[in-house]
């Protein structure tokens, strides 16, 4: 036989046996991927969320699984976790070993108020949907003087997104710094709505009365936000909490779905859910200076970083402030509570890595001071205990929000006009990681630190920059340093700030703006943050019609052609 026709049946031979193993291993996969849909039926056959635990081998691995899955806790080399029947389905196909759990709701039965029969609440007891909704907005009735309440926006499933404000004179606009507390993210976490209610509720009732409380509301704006998913919460109807979800209605996890310093606008590769718009629109109207987030499943204080190694610039600040939380929860409770990891606290990477949470959303994206608070190991505790874990925590939520009150504080104006100047405070040879803070569009602005002698720099596009050298500050102390910054010589005559003009209040329903550079576009605001009007322009004056604008105060963002973007309020009477 001639080699060329060896040849050539070697290649037959060659080409039915890999047709034949390609055939084999085609077989193999439909049967593995069958078993895996049997598997996830079986699985999702009665809920949209699964529990389940498994065991990783390094921290790159938990890295990697955090982008799939939502870690709840890790226990040494044991990981807790959620997971919708996508997120499983990405899951098992690393092929880990992993035991289902039952759901932390499945054996809870709460007790719920039922005002019809009960006209008292006595903190005891879990509320239906409608009971939160009115006793948040009899807040605002019972104390107008101090307290308004707003929807930031609706659910997936049209429930409202309630948010008190707490401050003296609340209808002005004052120098002061805003904070902002948010409790249940996750929605099967209860304990966190009731405490945030009774925070609410405390600051009302003792305000005139209570030395701390006094200071607390006449020194800062104060922003609560109870119930951050109620979806998830009322998974099981308005009258029960017992069926509560971790995620929201589209089985997505809130707190895994926020822009992150690391991973980018979408690192769970989902969208931006109508929560998570509502409350990065609130952030951006808003300017919050300090903010929490509160949890359970753990009793620890968790600090930046979650998404990366590196520590936050004011790691040492970080450590003081979430001492001080866990040290008084520790004073006001059985001995064990709060006392774990490095005696109650814990930096969250070390813990474990998250992708998307909103802490360092705000602490990148808002230059805010945001932690977040795991407060009770049982996500469902008997309504009987829930006084007991306001105990626990009242103090110290008090602490925490009055240390918004420290540091360095002042106003940054034009030195010519006097007009308050949006401006850059860099402390030097420390900030790293967007860690700097910004002045407010009145020119106010709040530098929390921990005690030391520092350097203060101050800048803004278009100004000479300024240093303050040798700043000494304590401890629960604050210091005022106010900057008026020199405008520099560019050559050019006008810019557009100096030459802006908004008429305010508006008259006649229009909104009517000119200025010295062409509008490239324009974006309005309401005070809680929702999008209201967006349009793109190229011209110097604009009259906008706002007659179907409720009356109150709106943010209008300004792009002009010169790359500059400026933010102004006006009233709609």
């Known amino acids: 036989m001639s080699l060329p026709h060896l040849i050539s049946r070697i290649s037959k031979c060659t080409k039915l046996f890999i047709l034949s193993f390609l055939m084999l291993i085609n077989f193999s996969i439909t049967k593995a991927q069958g078993g895996k849909t049997q598997i996830l039926d079986e699985a999702f056959k009665s809920a949209k969320e699964r529990y389940f635990s498994f065991s990783f081998e390094s921290r790159d691995q938990l890295n990697q699984l955090s982008k799939i899955i939502s870690i709840d806790k890790v226990e040494k080399d044991k990981v807790y976790a959620y997971a919708s029947r996508a997120d499983f389905d990405n899951f098992f196909n690393t092929h880990l070993d992993y035991e289902l759990l039952d759901h932390p709701n499945t054996f809870f039965h709460a007790e719920m108020f039922d005002s019809k029969l009960k006209k008292t609440y006595a903190w005891d007891q879990y509320l239906m949907y409608e009971d939160y909704v009115d006793m948040m907005y009899q807040f605002a ?6 307290c308004q309440v707003f929807s930031i926006g609706q659910t997936v499933e049209g429930r409202e997104l309630l948010v008190a404000k707490i401050s003296d004179n609340i209808d002005v606009s004052e120098a002061e710094p805003q904070f902002f507390y948010s409790g249940q993210i996750h929605g099967d976490e209860l304990v966190t709505s009731i405490l945030m209610l009774r925070l609410i509720d405390y600051l009302t009732t003792n305000y005139g009365t209570d030395e701390q409380v006094n200071k607390l509301v006449n020194s800062i704006e104060i922003w609560i936000n109870p119930l951050a998913n109620p979806d998830g919460l009322y998974a099981g109807g308005n009258t029960t909490v017992n069926y509560a979800t971790r995620f929201n209605a589209n089985s997505i996890d809130l707190n895994r779905n926020f822009p992150d310093p690391e991973d980018g606008e979408h690192p769970d590769g989902k969208s931006w859910q109508t929560e998570t718009q509502h409350f990065m629109n609130l952030a951006e109207a808003q300017h919050f200076v300090m903010s929490a987030n509160t949890h359970a499943g753990a009793e620890v204080v968790n600090y930046p970083w979650d998404t990366w190694t590196v520590r936050h610039a004011d790691d040492n600040w970080w ?29 969250g990477i070390d813990w474990y890595p998250i992708n998307g949470g909103r802490q360092d959303y705000m602490n990148y994206f ?22 007991d874990y306001w105990d626990y925590n009242r103090q110290a939520l008090l ?21 308050p100047i949006q401006a850059k405070i ?33 800048s803004a596009d278009e100004y000479e920059s300024v240093s303050k050298t040798n700043q000494q500050i304590a401890d629960y102390d604050s210091k005022t340093i106010n900057v008026q910054l020199q405008k520099l010589n560019t050559g050019i005559e006008e810019n557009t700030i100096s030459k802006i003009q908004i008429t305010n209040p508006v008259h006649n329903h229009t909104l009517h703006i000119i200025s010295s550079l062409n509008i490239k576009q324009i974006k309005i605001y309401s005070i809680l943050g929702q999008l209201i009007y967006s349009s793109q322009y190229n011209t110097k004056e604009l009259q906008i019609d706002i007659q179907n604008f409720r009356p109150g105060i709106y943010i209008t963002k300004l792009e002009f052609s010169n790359g500059e973007h400026i933010q102004q309020r006006f009233i709609n009477p």
């Open 399 to 419: 602490n925490y929000l009055e240390q918004v009150t420290y540091g360095f504080n002042g106003r940054i104006t034009d030195l010519e006009t006097g007009d």
């Open 319 to 347: 450590q003081f402030v979430s001492h001080e939380y866990a040290d008084t929860a520790q004073f006001y409770s059985p001995i064990g509570y709060m006392d774990g990891f490095n005696d109650g606290i814990t930096n």
């Open 426 to 458: 860099e402390i030097d040879g420390h900030d790293f990681d967007e860690s700097f803070v910004l002045s407010n569009q009145d020119g106010y602005y709040y530098r929390p630190i921990k005690a030391g002698l520092y350097t203060l720099n101050f």
């Open 141 to 146: 009735n019972d104390y107008p003087a101090i």
């Open 366 to 387: 808002h230059h805010c001071r945001e932690f977040t608070l795991e407060q009770s190991t049982e996500k469902h505790i008997s309504e009987s205990q829930l006084p």
